[in-house]
């Protein structure tokens, strides 16, 4: 199942922990009872939880590019990622795992943003790149993998579940009564 969460501060605000993204993951160890892996730098920091199923010993995450410009964390599983990869290497990209995340990470560098076009599969994504000091969300299609997200006090909080987002002492529980009958009807 896996889970993800993490936090990226806007400029001048506090930056995150490895303490609060700990404290995230540590909502999701049911969706992950495998190994857990977290990485802070800067403004940006990225957790996971994983339930290890393709690549059993390689496949710990964060998962970074070679020259570890590109960081990622993510939920769910690519169908096509074999023939993905292979199309990958004739590019001249190199893989050190047998996982199908490590796909996500060279179609970002092949393809920049129009990159989810070319999965095929269930998916959360959280990708950073630090040259272009950029974080990328993706959700599947049809919404199968959870990706929660909000913005409070010049901080994006997010994660597979909503008790992720509370455990950054971040984000405040509240209802919103204005939505809350349309959440209803879609849950």
Same mark, same amino acid.
Request: no cysteine.
């Given at each position: 199942m896996c889970g993800i969460a993490g936090i990226v501060a806007l400029p001048g605000k506090q930056p995150p922990t490895a303490d609060q993204i700990g404290r995230m993951c540590d909502? @999701?160890?049911h969706r992950g009872p495998d190994s857990q892996g977290l990485m802070v730098e800067g403004p940006v920091g990225l957790g996971m939880r994983r339930l290890s199923i393709i690549d059993l010993t390689g496949g710990d995450q964060p998962l970074f590019n070679e020259d570890r410009s590109i960081s990622l964390v /993510?939920? $769910?599983e690519i169908y096509n990622?074999? &023939? +993905?990869?292979k199309s990958l &290497?004739?590019?001249g990209h190199t893989f050190s795992t047998a996982t199908d995340d490590e796909v996500i990470a060279? @179609?970002?560098e092949e393809y920049g943003e129009s990159f989810p076009v070319h999965l095929n599969g269930m998916f959360a994504i959280a990708l950073y790149d630090k040259r272009q000091r950029r974080l990328v969300l993706v959700r599947d299609r049809l919404g199968i993998?959870? +990706?929660f997200f909000t913005m409070t006090g010049g901080h994006l909080v /997010? $994660?597979? &579940?909503v008790k992720a987002l509370l455990a950054s002492d971040l984000v405040q529980p509240r209802v919103d009564l204005d939505t809350l009958?349309? /959440? @209803?009807a879609w849950e």
């Open positions: 909502t @999701l160890v /993510f939920n $769910g990622y074999r &023939e +993905l990869r &290497e004739d590019k060279h @179609l970002w993998k959870p +990706l /997010f $994660g597979s &579940e009958p349309q /959440f @209803l």
